[in-house]
């Protein structure tokens, strides 16, 4: 079985769950909870995606465009928290879980999908407990609405696609895109990146 072949499988196992993001987010709170009870981990250390990435500061709706890699876009979520920013902070998450789902589809392999969750998971380990509570509940209503779910839908598809290469993904991860080119067309990653994110409408018309 050739790489593309494994890789595809491995996005058919990671992301066909219908899961809402809510629901994640709720689930990424509670490993938190648990990982500060616990000792620390024994052996290497997870990968730490964020290590090194300055926040852009809390961005607005309008400063954002898809040249901002998921990165900086869940360090700019995480100013927005601890601003007590919770709807902009709300369509940073869904706009850097979509970015991260794309680029883990367009790189292939576990090692990219678990990427998508672990930023997550780093992001709201840089905000206090109480912010983590009061984000998640301003996050749930909004999400949880699909009129106000819808409007962030088309904002993200307004933004476009992410333009910018997956370099924060390390090089053995990029280099297997390198060798075997992406599993499917960018068009079709867009779309599965919405759907599977956010279970957004793909034909929602954008409204400027």
């Not at 300055?54 to 928290?81: K, R």
């Not at 996050?139 to 290469?165: D, F, T």
Request: aromatic letters at 8%; glycine letters at 6%; hydrophobic letters at 40%.
């Amino acid at each position: 079985m050739n790489a593309g072949m494994v890789a595809a499988g491995s996005h058919r196992r990671i992301f066909s769950a219908d899961v809402r993001p809510v629901l994640i987010m709720a689930l990424v709170i509670l490993a938190i909870g648990c990982t500060n009870k616990s000792s620390p981990a024994q052996g290497a250390p997870a990968t730490d995606y964020l290590q090194g990435i300055s926040s852009p500061g809390c961005l607005t709706a309008e400063s954002i465009d898809n040249s901002i890699p998921a990165p900086q876009l869940y360090m700019s979520m995480v100013s927005c928290i601890n601003e007590e920013k919770y709807e902009q902070a709300t369509l940073l998450y869904s706009l850097a879980g979509t970015y991260s789902w794309f680029d883990a589809l367009r790189v292939g392999g576990d090692e990219a999908a678990k990427a998508h969750s672990r930023l997550l998971f780093e992001a709201l380990q840089k905000v206090d407990r109480h912010r983590q509570q009061a984000f998640w509940s301003k996050a749930n209503a909004q999400l949880r609405n699909s009129q106000r779910r819808n409007l962030v839908c088309r904002q993200i598809e307004a933004k476009g696609m992410p333009s910018y290469s997956p370099d924060y993904l390390n090089a053995s991860v990029t280099s297997q895109l390198e060798a075997d080119g992406p599993l499917m067309d960018k068009a079709t990653m867009w779309h599965k990146a919405r759907q599977g994110y956010l279970h957004c409408k793909t034909d929602v018309l954008v409204i400027p």
